[in-house]
């Protein structure tokens, strides 16, 4: 539990953090939120808690599509095409998850974004460059 006022303050940071991060920061904000939904859904999963199984995931699937429609289909090309169709197996993937109650699932779906983050992160120095 948190006192008085400390849940206004967090709200209130992460609001900043947000305005001023750049966006290659929010991507990876978006990528660190998303493994922290899957592995909320995942002690969840144990403690028998759908109600807040079921909350994690839909936040989960909700992050994944602001990746998605962060894409540059366009721009991007066929990486953007790849994690397009990627993004898209993920959401089905935690979608099954939750009908399962699979937390093997949720795994498969974390590693391959962490996969992502990486390389997303390798990517920083030059994304500087272009922003």
């Not at 001023?20 to 978006?30: E, F, N, R, V, Y």
């Not at 289909?73 to 089905?92: C, F, P, S």
């Amino acid at each position: 539990m948190y006192p008085p006022g400390a849940r206004h303050y967090q709200q209130m940071n992460v609001q900043t953090s947000v305005f001023d991060a750049s966006p290659h920061q929010l991507i990876t904000m978006l990528f660190d939120g998303l493994l922290s939904r899957l592995a909320m859904a995942k002690g969840f999963m144990s403690r028998k808690d759908y109600e807040g199984k079921s909350h994690c995931l839909g936040s989960a699937i909700t992050i994944i599509g602001a990746l998605q429609d962060a894409l540059d289909l366009e721009k991007g090309g066929e990486v953007a095409a790849n994690l397009d169709r990627l993004y898209l197996y993920m959401t089905r993937r935690v979608f099954a998850a939750g009908v399962a109650n699979d937390p093997e699932i949720l795994d498969e779906v974390a590693s391959l974004v962490r996969t992502i983050k990486e390389g997303w992160d390798g990517i920083k120095e030059q994304a500087a460059v272009t922003a």
